[in-house]
Each structure stands twice: as structure tokens, then as C-alpha cells.
């Protein structure tokens, strides 16, 4: 798991960023994907860094 360092909004969804051996990495997520793992979208968008994302599961997981 790595943590989320950034969000930004896509017209289909947000892509998250996050470093993996001091790359930067993105990933993005649909909003349906979003709501199937129960992540609160605006959260997400507005406290990033509340989250973590496990790539190999492509999963967006809070921290809280």
C-alpha cells in the first residue's frame, strides 16, 4: 500500500498520485469504482492524504 500524496477531478472520475521508489505514480478510479469500495469522492478530492491506494488490488483505502 502507498500513500495517496495527491487528487485531482477527470470528467469520469479522480486519478490519484503517490510515489513508488521515489517515482511519482498515478492511478485513476471511476466514480462507480469509488462507491463500490464505499470512498466518499469529495473526501478524497479535498484530504488526499487520508488515504492509501494498493495498486496490485486497485483498491482506495482510508487511513482514518
Known amino acids: 500500500m502507498h500513500d495517496i500524496k495527491a487528487s485531482r ?30 470512498v466518499n469522492a469529495l473526501d478524497l478530492l479535498d484530504r488526499p492524504m487520508s488515504y492509501r491506494i494498493d495498486r496490485e488490488g486497485h483498491k482506495v483505502v482510508s487511513t482514518k
Not at 486519478?15 to 463500490?36: A, H
Open 9 to 38: 477531478k477527470m470528467e469520469n472520475g479522480i486519478v490519484v498520485s503517490f510515489e513508488v521508489n521515489g517515482k511519482n505514480e498515478f492511478e485513476s478510479f471511476n466514480y462507480q469504482e469509488l462507491i463500490d469500495m464505499k
